[in-house]
């Protein structure tokens, strides 16, 4: 009887018994030497060429505004006025001394004139010293005269808000009646002509982006661009340096304000093992691949050089030959079985 239930007893172990586990399926490449180039991405902030507040130079009350939000402007036209009363009137009495002295240059001139044509000895050496010290004095006063009223109209000048570009009117934060002092920002204008976009990049590219360095925009779409201009030192607060990148045609989705994807491609002096970006499995230490060896995962730490698109450029635990996982790899235990998908 007792070796009865002990047959039973093995025979139900036998049906219950877990399967061996199968092997994990992946898909794999083959590493390869080779070069490849850095690819560096940062995010960027379109800018107009020309932006600027405008202000009046002189305090007071807004005689009128000719713009709102959305209006496009021309280079020169007005804008808004202060209250101009005051230097007004001084411009006006400077235009009226102008016409005085204007006037009594041109009398003594032609009294000068008419001295000159009588014959010596009708007319003494002083009269005619004092015609020619009249003229001399009528000058003098219409040169000062004319200064003075150059000053009242740079005054005059203060107290209007001219576009000192071609633009559109981005905000407006005055109305007629406000009172602005000096200074005060009363009117943005932005530049409708072309744009740029402003990139603070890392360390690692200071020094590597000569103008006309090629560049990418991510727009809807990715745009060609040139490195226009950049910063060869570090902001002393953000550790980053300032890059200003031109595109090479005008595109209407880029807008100033909109922040936009810029992709520099830098080429990395060394070579190494070159495998897909699959291949990497990041983790909380350093990253690593999964070899096949023998049928079997093999967990190897690298150190990547570059990465460019879907490829990086290894110099550390792996050389060519060797055969890397590209999926599958994230579930793989060290030391498990493997089945190449073909």
């Given at each position: 009887?007792?070796?009865?239930?002990?047959?039973?007893?093995?025979?139900?172990?036998?049906?219950?018994?877990?399967?061996?586990?199968?092997?994990?399926?992946?898909?794999?490449?083959?590493?390869?030497?080779?070069?490849?180039?850095?690819?560096?991405?940062?995010?960027?902030?379109?800018?107009a060429l020309d932006a600027a507040w405008l202000s009046a130079g002189a305090a007071g009350a807004v005689d009128w505004?000719?713009?709102?939000?959305?209006?496009?402007?021309?280079?020169?036209?007005?804008?808004?006025?202060?209250?101009?009363?005051?230097?007004?009137?001084e411009l006006q009495a400077a235009d009226a001394a102008v016409a005085e002295w204007t006037a009594s240059r041109?009398?003594?001139?032609?009294?000068?004139?008419?001295?000159?044509?009588?014959?010596?000895?009708?007319?003494?050496?002083?009269?005619?010293?004092?015609?020619?010290?009249?003229?001399?004095?009528?000058?003098?006063?219409?040169?000062?005269?004319?200064?003075?009223?150059?000053?009242?109209?740079?005054?005059?000048?203060?107290?209007?808000?001219?576009?000192?570009?071609?633009?559109?009117?981005?905000?407006?934060?005055?109305?007629?009646?406000?009172?602005?002092?000096?200074?005060?920002?009363?009117?943005?204008?932005?530049?409708?002509?072309?744009?740029?976009?402003?990139?603070?990049?890392?360390?690692?590219?200071?020094?590597?982006?000569?103008?006309?360095?090629?560049?990418?925009?991510?727009?809807?779409?990715?745009?060609?661009?040139?490195?226009?201009?950049?910063?060869?030192?570090?902001?002393?607060?953000?550790?980053?340096?300032?890059?200003?990148?031109?595109?090479?045609?005008?595109?209407?989705?880029?807008?100033?304000?909109?922040?936009?994807?810029?992709?520099?491609?830098?080429?990395?002096?060394?070579?190494?093992?070159?495998?897909?970006?699959?291949?990497?499995?990041?983790?909380?230490?350093?990253?690593?691949?999964?070899?096949?060896?023998?049928?079997?995962?093999?967990?190897?730490?690298?150190?990547?050089?570059?990465?460019?698109?879907?490829?990086?450029?290894?110099?550390?635990?792996?050389?060519?030959?060797?055969?890397?996982?590209?999926?599958?790899?994230?579930?793989?235990?060290?030391?498990?079985?493997?089945?190449?998908?073909?």
């Open positions: 009887m007792s070796n009865v239930w002990i047959w039973l007893w093995l025979g139900c172990a036998a049906e219950v018994a877990p399967p061996a586990s199968a092997p994990a399926r992946v898909e794999v490449v083959t590493a390869v030497d080779g070069v490849l180039d850095a690819s560096f991405t940062y995010l960027g902030e379109v800018r505004v000719s713009v709102r939000e959305g209006d496009p402007v021309v280079r020169g036209a007005g804008l808004l006025v202060v209250d101009d009363g005051v230097p007004s009137a041109d009398l003594a001139a032609q009294s000068l004139e008419r001295t000159l044509r009588v014959r010596d000895g009708v007319l003494s050496p002083f009269e005619r010293e004092q015609a020619e010290a009249d003229l001399a004095v009528a000058e003098a006063k219409l040169r000062g005269a004319k200064a003075q009223r150059a000053r009242a109209a740079a005054n005059l000048a203060l107290y209007r808000v001219d576009a000192p570009f071609d633009g559109v009117v981005a905000e407006r934060r005055v109305s007629p009646g406000d009172y602005v002092r000096a200074g005060d920002p009363v009117i943005r204008l932005v530049s409708n002509a072309d744009v740029e976009v402003h990139v603070d990049v890392g360390r690692e590219l200071v020094g590597r982006l000569p103008i006309g360095t090629k560049v990418l925009v991510n727009g809807r779409e990715d745009l060609p661009a040139v490195v226009v201009g950049a910063v060869p030192a570090l902001d002393s607060e953000a550790r980053t340096a300032r890059v200003r990148v031109g595109l090479q045609a005008p595109s209407p989705d880029l807008v100033p304000g909109l922040t936009v994807d810029v992709s520099f491609s830098i080429p990395a002096a060394p070579t190494g093992v070159v495998v897909p970006r699959d291949a990497l499995v990041l983790t909380a230490g350093d990253p690593r691949v999964v070899k096949v060896v023998d049928g079997a995962a093999v967990a190897s730490p690298v150190t990547v050089l570059a990465r460019a698109g879907d490829r990086v450029m290894l110099s550390s635990g792996v050389v060519a030959g060797d055969v890397v996982v590209v999926r599958g790899n994230e579930r793989l235990a060290p030391g498990a079985k493997v089945e190449v998908i073909p």
